[in-house]
């Protein structure tokens, strides 16, 4: 007689094979949620990344900012003598620029927390903090600044397991304050002629092109504006330069007019705080009154 072509298993065999697959589920649990685990942390950390370099970011542009506002920009000269008030190292005096991109480093969160670490502020691209030891470059004329900070300690729920107690991030961030003049600067060497950035126009207001602070002969005082005045010129409207350049002291136009101060006060043809010349009364056209007609005599 013939083998039959199926076999029926046995029930001992079946009931040696009972229990494999919950073995099973249960190596595949552990990798799951291991995998789980492992991505959590990893998305934290990511978005941990993402919140520092925003911070990063603003923090550059707001010393870039005050390196435009400063005026040191248009100072035909480059000259370094008063850098230090602005971006030189933070004493509490000196150093506006760095002191604000500290300040809006430490506001801004990251992953719940301040940055852990007082940030890194250099400028010119270069591991310098004090832009005055960049004299002799093109620093003045095409500022460049860069902020560094670093968040550690980051919170992780998962990773722990395997004895990791926290994690480190950092991020970077560099803003220059562009110079459109086309001047001769590579990163911020001078290659060529050094251009400033040279004003064209006054926004948002529309003034007379008439610096009260300095008359035609260069001295600095009040002069008079108007028609036959001696007030100086802000802008050579020949090639559009600063008449009288350089950076002013305290707003007092001693050493130039960036940053001169001055009033801006209505029905006044020129002010400065204390005195007000008006302008002149707008003349009128002459009435004349039309013929009348009258009947003529029958």
Known sequence: METPCICRVRA?????????????????????????ALSIDVITLYLAKQEAQRSADSAALAAAKVLSLSGITGDPNNSSDNWSLICG????????ATRMAKAVANQNAIAGGPVTATPTVTYG?????????????????????????TRGSLPTFFSRIWGNTGNT???????EVFNPSNSGISGNQPTGTLVPVQPRCVK???????????????????????????????VNLADGSIVTKGISLNGTGNGGIIGESFWLVPDCRFSHQITCILRLPPRRPMLRSAPTSRPLPT
Do not use: Y
Request: proline share 5%.
């Open 169 to 175: 991030v950092s991020a970077t961030a560099t803003a």
């Open 125 to 149: 691209g270069a591991n310098s903090s004090d832009c005055t030891a960049l004299s002799g470059t093109g620093f003045g004329l095409n500022p460049i600044v860069t902020v560094q900070l």
């Open 204 to 234: 948002p207001w529309v003034v007379p092109n008439q610096d009260p602070r300095h008359d035609t002969s260069g001295s600095v005082g009040n002069c008079t504006g108007g028609l036959g005045g001696n007030c100086a010129k802000i």
């Open 89 to 96: 190292p933070d004493d509490g005096t000196n150093g506006l």
């Open 12 to 36: 001992d065999h079946r009931h040696r094979e009972r229990g494999v697959t919950m073995v099973f589920v249960a190596l595949a649990m552990v990798a799951i949620i291991s995998m789980a």
